[in-house]
């Protein structure tokens, strides 16, 4: 498990208490436990990921490097589908082609 922190500083007037992440870290900080993100990454998860990056971004890059992020957090058994995004010549129609044969 890794650790976040938890600041005991006040922002802009209110209390600071359970602000994880927070910029002004450093000053009474604590450290809070917290799971690892890949105990929780499901090849839904990284379909997802995928077709968020092609709508938002709209570039084979984009989707490219969002499928490398996610193969790292897919179990072995999972990863098959994200390298074929990963090893195509065009991974953004490739995950639109992936998307029209979804049920939504």
Same mark, same amino acid.
């Given at each position: 498990?890794?650790?976040?922190?938890?600041?005991?500083?006040?922002?802009?007037?209110?209390?600071?208490?359970?602000?994880?992440?927070?910029?002004?870290?450093? /000053?009474?900080? &604590? !450290? +809070? =436990?917290?799971?690892?993100?890949?105990?929780?990454?499901?090849?839904? *998860?990284?379909?997802?990921? #995928?077709?968020?990056?092609?709508?938002?971004?709209?570039?084979?890059?984009?989707?490219?490097?969002?499928?490398? /992020?996610?193969? &790292? !957090? +897919? =179990?072995?058994?999972?990863?098959?589908?994200?390298?074929?995004?990963? *090893?195509?010549?065009?991974? #953004?129609?490739?995950?639109?082609?992936?998307?029209?044969?979804?049920?939504?």
């Amino acid at each position: 498990m890794r650790a976040k922190q938890e600041c005991d500083t006040p922002h802009d007037g209110l209390s600071g208490r359970g602000c994880l992440g927070c910029r002004y870290g450093g /000053r009474g900080a &604590k !450290l +809070l =436990p917290s799971f690892s993100v890949s105990d929780f990454m499901t090849l839904t *998860d990284a379909t997802l990921a #995928l077709l968020l990056a092609a709508r938002i971004h709209g570039t084979d890059a984009a989707v490219r490097a969002t499928a490398k /992020r996610c193969v &790292k !957090l +897919l =179990p072995r058994s999972k990863r098959d589908l994200i390298y074929k995004v990963v *090893d195509s010549r065009s991974p #953004l129609e490739l995950v639109s082609f992936l998307a029209q044969g979804l049920d939504l």
